[in-house]
Antibody, heavy 127, light 111 residues
């Protein structure tokens, strides 16, 4: 059974940093592109960042570019999101999501959407 | 700046069909070939119901169908059921970039 379990969410002050983790199980982690998606309270879904299996392709939403860094450790079957210079607008439930191996000639990034999601970890940025 | 625009809400009666649109605004509309749709019930995680415009993952009812014409993708739900009441999100991605876009979401009410 595929499982994604996020952790690391917390209440932090503006300007501080936080590192989120996503532990994967039930599938061959290093075969898949992984993404972070967030949802502010009462709001819609917002894609945050994505990273291919070999870390060769990476993407960030404009709202987090330069402040957040996505990474992975395939040996530990884990995905990470380092969040620096946090702002109140970063307050959200952060989901880890898997992109299925549905690929184009350019590779496998998000062609098939996101087929498995974790339960999310809550980040609250407030003074 | 690219964006996906959805209606804020739609409604339908049980047994009817409803269609939710997702309009792609971009200088590279043709590049946004890969459209997915998600269903999210309150307090639950999103669920993939359509990928690559019109394909259904295993286990998804054939009452859900997707299509795309020009710069507008659509999700049609036929034979509406009470359990279909949820938020629906479209998403798209172009291979020319590593950016994924989400629409703002549409709240479906089953009357």
């Amino acid at each position: 059974e595929v499982q994604l379990v996020e952790s690391g969410g917390d209440l932090v002050q503006p300007g501080r940093s936080l590192r989120l983790s996503c532990a994967a199980s039930g599938f061959t982690f290093d075969d898949y592109t992984m993404h972070w998606v967030r949802q502010a309270p009462g709001k819609g879904l917002e894609w945050v960042s994505g990273l291919t299996w070999n870390s060769a392709r990476v993407g960030y939403a404009d709202s987090v570019k330069g402040r957040f860094t996505i990474s992975r450790d395939n040996a530990k079957k884990s995905l990470y999101l380092q969040m620096n210079s946090l702002r109140s607008e970063d307050t959200a439930l952060y989901y880890c999501a898997r992109a299925p191996r549905y690929c184009s000639s350019s590779g496998c990034y998000a062609e098939g959407g996101f087929d498995y999601w974790g339960q999310g970890t809550l980040v609250t940025v407030s003074s | 700046q690219s964006a996906l625009t959805q209606p804020a809400s739609v409604a339908g009666s049980p047994g009817q069909s409803v269609t939710i649109s997702c309009t792609i605004t971009s200088s590279d509309v043709a590049g946004y070939k890969y459209v997915s749709w998600y269903q999210q019930h309150p307090g639950k995680t999103p669920k993939l119901i359509i990928y690559d415009v019109a394909k259904r993952p295993s286990g998804i009812s054939n009452r859900f169908s997707g299509s795309k014409s020009g710069n507008t993708a659509s999700l049609t739900i036929s034979g509406l059921q009470a359990e279909d009441e949820a938020d629906y999100y479209c998403t798209s991605y172009t291979v020319r970039s590593n950016l994924v876009l989400f629409g703002g979401g549409t709240k479906l009410t089953v009357l």
